[in-house]
């Protein structure tokens, strides 16, 4: 069963247009959800870490934030170089060391 | 740039063939681990390292097996490679900081097996 749940698997923006990607996990007893961003052709690049619902993140134009189900990473007005796939991770029950990894979204933002 | 080197980068082989990959650190990590990634799935944890010799199996670990004699060099060996490992396979690192999920991950290496 997955553990880690990203949707849309893909996102066409216009450059300026703002929105949001969202993970969804069904571990129990959550010990940490953890966003990454990976370039076409290259390994994923750690972006945040979120310990507990109501906790939020920024980065530049990204702001990521987590509830009790679910992890949003928020957009505002992004810019094409913001088009990257958007990966988030959870330990697993039982492990912290090692990360299970949703499939990603696709984001696309054309200018 | 955690000084992370995978080799070969690019291969192409004929199944039942053994193939070895290398990934290579030059910060000392502890913790090493082998991701495949496939259109549809994912990255997905084959083995992980956490110490010289110290290893343990990740979800998808059957055909694939490691070692790691050395810190800095952490291998995943396919005995008889098949159709169904042609993948990107990526090398990552952790340190102290690996509860936070800060990983840092090696440029992949893409492996087709004819």
């Known amino acids: 069963e997955d553990q880690v749940t990203q949707s849309p698997e893909a996102l066409r923006l216009q450059e300026g247009e703002s929105s949001s990607l969202n993970c969804s996990y069904t571990?129990?007893?959550?010990?940490?959800l953890f966003w990454y961003r990976q370039d076409p052709g290259k390994g994923p690049e750690f972006l945040f870490t979120?310990?507990?619902a109501g906790e939020e993140k920024e980065k530049e134009r990204l702001k990521a934030t987590l509830t009790k189900k679910e992890s949003f990473l928020h957009i505002t007005a992004p810019k094409p170089e913001d088009s990257a796939t958007y990966l988030c991770?959870?330990?697993?029950?039982?492990?912290?060391?090692?990360?299970?990894f949703g499939k990603g979204t696709k984001l696309t933002v054309n200018p | 740039d955690a000084g992370i080197t995978q080799s070969p980068r690019h291969k192409v082989t004929e199944t039942g063939t053994p193939v070895t990959l290398r990934c290579h650190q030059t910060?000392?990590?502890?913790?090493m681990y082998w991701y495949r990634q496939d259109p549809g799935h994912g990255l997905r944890l084959i083995h992980y390292?956490?110490?010289?010799?110290?290893?343990d199996k990740g979800e998808v670990s059957d055909g694939y097996s490691v070692s790691r004699s050395k810190t800095e060099d952490f291998l995943l060996t396919l005995e008889s490679a098949t159709s169904s490992q042609t993948s990107v396979y990526f090398c990552?690192?952790?340190?102290?900081?690996?509860?936070?999920?800060?990983?840092?991950f090696g440029e992949g290496s893409r492996l087709t097996v004819l």
């Open positions: 991770a959870v330990p697993p029950e039982g492990g912290s060391e090692k990360l299970v």
């Open positions: 390292s956490y110490g010289v010799k110290d290893t």
């Open positions: 910060e000392n990590h502890r913790y």
């Open positions: 979120l310990y507990s």
């Open positions: 571990v129990s007893g959550l010990r940490g």
């Open positions: 990552a690192v952790g340190g102290y900081r690996v509860n936070t999920g800060e990983l840092f």
